[in-house]
């Protein structure tokens, strides 16, 4: 049974990617599931992340997004029978790569993937919705008459977050890098209140957002990244991140700021500046839900309602062309250097 996996050969080497094949599958426990694979999703590994939780392997298993049928399940699964159309996704510590044939699952690690959402459709949207409700629903609470500034709206996070929060009634703005992006963006129904194209210059962030606000200010900030201080080093991509002043500057009174930037420093001013307004800073980090097993219904729930959004086409996510699994060492390579935009998923 072929997997790819990443090899770690020594500390700080270039990342290397390889296919290994495996013997045999775990044994099916009674809480388990059997899983023939049909489509699986590339995401970025956060290295950093696991070497902080101890979760370093020599081979690390690649593909942990997965949609397929049930093929067997343990004598005390209740929520599956043979059969059975599912999507889910592979906890941290799973031994088995997403890109195998066959793998074995916990049950409650996967839900039931509605009949006319497409395999593509199904992986390509489950790990960036997460990322969108614990962004918008338990650390923000979007609701209607809110307004939201979502940066890189184009991005496949991006595109899953502006359209959760349409739903929700929310006005959407949102930043784009490229006129690809931007006209991509204009085609989504329904349209955002405003794009701000930052690539050619012409336009002011915090003056576009204030504008658009009546000065007010924007209630919750979603961002891509953010500059923590100016150098004349950086690279292109940075110098398109926002400061971090400039999003302190367009949060509302009262507004949620929720980042992504792990490593965020906020200077005395800064700090400051947050207190008067009685604004507040959440940490984007959706493995929590896999880390922690204290709200695995939420989680769950979370899940199906992802699905059901899918199905009933609230989401539509930004989808790559289905890549043939003797392309997927090279895909994730590109994934892992940050070199696609679109969500690469691998057709088995």
Not at 111 to 117: D, Q
Not at 123 to 134: E, K, L
Request: net charge negative; aromatic share 6%.
């Amino acid at each position: 049974m072929k997997g790819l996996y990443w090899q770690q050969i020594s500390s700080g080497e270039e990342t290397n990617f390889v296919i290994l094949e495996k013997d045999n599958l775990p044994v099916l426990n009674d809480n388990c599931v059997k899983v023939q694979v049909k489509a699986c999703a590339l995401n970025r590994i956060n290295m950093k992340l696991l070497s902080e939780i101890k979760m370093e392997k020599e081979f690390l298993p690649i593909g942990r997004e997965i949609a397929g049928v049930v093929l067997e399940i343990g004598g005390k699964v209740s929520s599956f029978q043979p059969q059975d159309e599912v999507v889910g996704i592979l906890p941290l510590d799973s031994d088995e790569s997403g890109l195998c044939e066959v793998i074995v699952i916990h049950e409650h690690y996967l839900v039931h993937k509605p009949e006319k959402v497409s395999w593509l459709e199904a992986v390509g949207t489950i790990c960036d919705g997460v990322r969108a409700y614990t962004a918008l629903h338990y650390l923000s609470f979007v609701s209607p008459e809110k307004t939201l500034l979502v940066m890189d709206g184009a991005s496949s996070f991006g595109t899953i977050a502006i359209q959760l929060a349409q739903h929700r009634g929310a006005k959407v703005i949102s930043t784009v890098y490229s006129l690809e992006d931007k006209q991509y963006l204009e085609r989504l129904t329904p349209s955002l209140a405003r794009i701000i194209d930052e690539s050619n210059g012409k336009y002011d962030l915090t003056e576009s957002c204030l504008e658009e606000t009546g000065g007010l200010g924007v209630d919750i900030i979603l961002d891509a990244g953010v500059r923590l201080y100016s150098k004349e080093s950086e690279t292109t991509s940075q110098h398109l991140l926002p400061h971090k002043h400039d999003i302190i500057t367009l949060l509302s009174v009262g507004g949620h700021w929720v980042t992504t930037e792990e490593n965020l420093q906020l200077d005395p001013p800064d700090s400051r500046c947050l207190f008067l307004k009685g604004a507040t800073i959440s940490f984007l980090n959706e493995e929590v839900w896999n880390l922690s097993n204290m709200k695995q219904g939420k989680y769950l729930c979370m899940l199906e309602d992802i699905m059901e959004k899918l199905s009933n086409g609230v989401f539509r996510p930004h989808l790559d062309e289905p890549i043939p699994l003797y392309e997927a060492k090279v895909s994730m390579e590109m994934v892992q250097k940050n070199q696609t935009r679109k969500r690469q998923v691998v057709q088995l």
